[in-house]
C-alpha cells in the first residue's frame, strides 16, 4: 500500500508518481518484461528519465542513467521495481546503478521474479547505497499484475472479455452478433488486446466468426501470441488468423500427425494436451503459457469456453461491455454453467471499476476468493 509516512517526504511521492507515468509507456511493448519506470533526481531536479520500452532493449535504470550522463553520480533513483542483478536478456541494472554512483535508490516494490527478488536491493546496501522500498507500491503493482502472477504462481492473468445486451445475451439465437457494442467499446478492446501477451480463442468462435486476433492499433509495437483451444483439430488451414504474420498455437488432444500436417504447413505450432472434464486441460494450457513467459491472456470467446475458465478457476478479471439493447429470451447466454439449485451455489463477483464507454458501458469484474475456493 501507499505509504505517507516518514522516510518518505513529498518530494519523494512526486518523483515516484512520475517514474510510475513513465512506466505506463511500455504497457504495449515491454512485454515478457515487467512495465518499469525510473526518474533520476540531483539537488532537487530531475536529471534524467527512462522506461522499458521492449524486451531485449535498456531497462528503465540505464535509459535514465544515459539521459543523466555524469549528472547520475550523487543521484536519487526512483524506480517502480526493484533494479534486476542478473544477466537476462540485457546485463545487471544494479551493475549500472553502482558504477556512475547513484547514492540512493527508492524502489517501489521487491522484483517477484526469483532471480532477484531482494537481491538487487541486497546489493546495492551491501555498496554502501542508502535503499529504500515501498513507496507507492500498490500503484506500481497495479502496472504489472500478470508479471506478479506469473512469477509467484507458475500462471499468467486470466482476462476475458465479453459484451452482452442490457439483458445478458451476447448473440442471437442464430450467433449473429456483429454488433453489439458501438466503435468506442471495440477500440477500447484494442487496448486491452495491446496489452496481452496471448490472444485465446475457442474452436466454436474460430469456425463461427473466422477472426483475426491481432491489435490493430497504431501505437501498438508487436502482436501479441494467437492461441486457439480446438480438441478435435477443426481449425481451416485457411482461416483468417493463420494468413496473418506472428505466431499461433493451437492446443489440441489430437497427436495424428497427418491431421496436424495442414495447419503446421500453414505456420501453426500444434501442442498436444490431455482431454479432461472440459475437453482440454486448462490447467495445462495456461501453464504452457506461462512457461512461455506470457503474462496476460486476453480470451474472446463464447459462453462455453468462459463457462469453462470459470469453473475451472481460472479468470482473473472479468470485462463485460454492456450494450442498451434487448435481445430477448431465445438469445445465446453470456455463460454456459451448470444449473443452480440453491442459492448458496451462486457465484459471486466483486465490481472492480464500472464506466461509460461511448453508448456502452464497460463493468470490470473480479470472481470473489469465496467464488475461487469454491471453483
Not at 33 to 41: E, H
Not at 118 to 124: A, C, E, H, K, V
Request: hydrophobic share 45%; net charge negative.
Amino acid at each position: 500500500m501507499s505509504d505517507f509516512s516518514l522516510p518518505w517526504s513529498a518530494d519523494d511521492h512526486r518523483y515516484m508518481t512520475r517514474a510510475l507515468r513513465l512506466a505506463e509507456y511500455g504497457l504495449y511493448g515491454a512485454d515478457p518484461n515487467p512495465r518499469v519506470g525510473c526518474v533520476l533526481v540531483r539537488h532537487g531536479e530531475i536529471v534524467g528519465e527512462g522506461w522499458h520500452e521492449r524486451a531485449g532493449e535498456a531497462h528503465a535504470e540505464v535509459r535514465a542513467l544515459e539521459a543523466a550522463g555524469e549528472q547520475a553520480f550523487g543521484a536519487t533513483a526512483y524506480i517502480t521495481l526493484e533494479p534486476c542483478c542478473h544477466y537476462g536478456r540485457t546485463p545487471p541494472c544494479t551493475d549500472a546503478l553502482l558504477r556512475t554512483g547513484v547514492t540512493r535508490v527508492v524502489a517501489a516494490m521487491a522484483d517477484p521474479n526469483p532471480q532477484v527478488a531482494g537481491r538487487g536491493l541486497t546489493q546495492l546496501r551491501a555498496a554502501g547505497v542508502a535503499v529504500e522500498c515501498g513507496l507507492l507500491e500498490a500503484e506500481a503493482r497495479a502496472l504489472n499484475p500478470g508479471f506478479i502472477q506469473r512469477m509467484t504462481e507458475g500462471l499468467p492473468l486470466v482476462r476475458i472479455k465479453l459484451a452482452m445486451s442490457l439483458d445478458g445475451r451476447t448473440a442471437l439465437a442464430s450467433g449473429d452478433s456483429q454488433w453489439l457494442t458501438g466503435d468506442a467499446a471495440r477500440q477500447d478492446v484494442q487496448r486491452l488486446r495491446a496489452r496481452s501477451s496471448a490472444i485465446l480463442t475457442g474452436i466454436g468462435t474460430v469456425l463461427a466468426d473466422n477472426p483475426q486476433l491481432n491489435v490493430r492499433l497504431p501505437e501498438a509495437s508487436r502482436q501479441p501470441l494467437r492461441v486457439i483451444l480446438d480438441t478435435e483439430l477443426r481449425t481451416p488451414p485457411a482461416a483468417k488468423l493463420l494468413q496473418l504474420p506472428g505466431p499461433v498455437l493451437i492446443f489440441t488432444a489430437m497427436a495424428d500427425p497427418a491431421a496436424q500436417a495442414p495447419l503446421q504447413a500453414a505456420g501453426a505450432e500444434i501442442i498436444v494436451i490431455p482431454r479432461c472434464e472440459w475437453e482440454l486441460n486448462l490447467q495445462r494450457v495456461m501453464r504452457e503459457l506461462a512457461r512461455r513467459e506470457c503474462n496476460e491472456v486476453h480470451v474472446e470467446c463464447g459462453p462455453t469456453l468462459a463457462g469453462a475458465l470459470l469453473q475451472a478457476g481460472l479468470v482473473d478479471e472479468l470485462v463485460i461491455y454492456m450494450a442498451p439493447i434487448l435481445l430477448g429470451d431465445r438469445a445465446r447466454s453470456l455463460f454456459a454453467l451448470p444449473e443452480l439449485t440453491k442459492m448458496s451455489e451462486r457465484r459471486e463477483l466483486e465490481i472492480r471499476d464500472m464506466r461509460a464507454v461511448g453508448k456502452d458501458w464497460r463493468i470490470t469484474l473480479k470472481p470473489t476468493q469465496t467464488d475461487l475456493i469454491s471453483a
